[in-house]
C-alpha cells in the first residue's frame, strides 16, 4: 500500500509550471488572466474515492481584482476540467492529493497607493498636520478601506450568484419570478424612478438586482428558499452571515470604525461564502 505524504508542494512553483503547461496545451488565454493570480492548494482531510487514501484537494486561484470578473467568465466547466486534470499531473503522486476542483477567488491584498487619498495625505503633510488629521485616523482609513475591499467583493459575488441560481430556475426573466417583499419592491421602484430622472447618476448594473442593499440579499434567498438551497446546508447558514456582514457594512458605509472581531469575521465569511457559492460555476 502506497503511503502517502500529504505535503502539498510549493505553491508558487506549481503555478508557474500550472500556467506553462497550460499554455503548451492551448490555454493562452486563460493563462493571461491567471498570469497575475497566486495560487493556494488546500486539503480538508476528506478522501477523494479516486485512488486509495489519497484526499479530496482545492486549487483557489486568488485573482486580482481587475481581472477577476474576466476570469470568471472564461473559466467555464470544461476548461475548469482540463485545468484539473493538468493540476492532477503536475502534483507528485507521492502527496496523495487529488485535484478535485479549482475555484477563482478575488485577491484581497494591499491595494497599491499611488493614486489613494491616504498616499496624497501623507505627501501633503505641510498641509495636513497632526492636529487636524492624527495619526490614528488615517491608519483606521487604511483598516476600513481594506475590510470595504472584502465587502465589496462580497455583496456583488453574492448579487451574480443570486441571478445565476434564478436563471438556472427560471431563465431570462428570472427576476419577475422572484418572490419580493413589499419593502424591496418599493425600495426597487424608487431607485429606478430616482435613476430615470438623474440621468447623470451611474448606472447600478444590468440586472435588478443590483438596485438592491446588501441585507436585501438575505430576505431574498428567506423568501425563494427552494430555488436557493441547493447550494447551501441550510438557510442560517447563509442568511445569518449576510445579515452579519450587513451590520459591518452600514458602520463602513457611515464612516465609523470596525473593530478587529468584526473584521476577522469578515474575512472569515468572505472565504467560507465565496467557497460555497463557486459550485454555482461548477
Known sequence: MCAYTYEIPDERGFMRALLLQ???EGLSEIVGTLDESKCEIVHYGQYSRKRWNAVWTNIIFRVPLDKY?????????EIKQRIISIANNLMPQN????????SLSPSIEATPIEDSLVSELDAKKEIVSQEILPED???RGKEMADIYVYLYCVENALRLFIEKAAKVVYGDTFFQNLTL???????????????NKNKWLRIRGDSEIFYLDFDDLSDIIRNNWDTYKPYFPNQEWIT????E?????NLVAHNSYVGKGERDLIRVYFNTIMRQIGSINE
Open 240 to 243: 445569518t452571515k449576510i445579515d
Open 245 to 249: 456582514m450587513s451590520k459591518c457594512r
Open 181 to 195: 417583499n413589499k419593502d424591496i419592491e418599493r425600495k426597487l421602484r424608487e431607485r429606478i424612478n430616482d435613476e
Open 22 to 24: 497550460m499554455k503548451v
Open 137 to 139: 485616523i488615517k491608519a
Open 69 to 77: 470578473e474576466d476570469a470568471m467568465e472564461k473559466i467555464t466547466a
Open 95 to 102: 502527496a496523495g492529493l487529488d485535484v478535485m476542483d479549482v
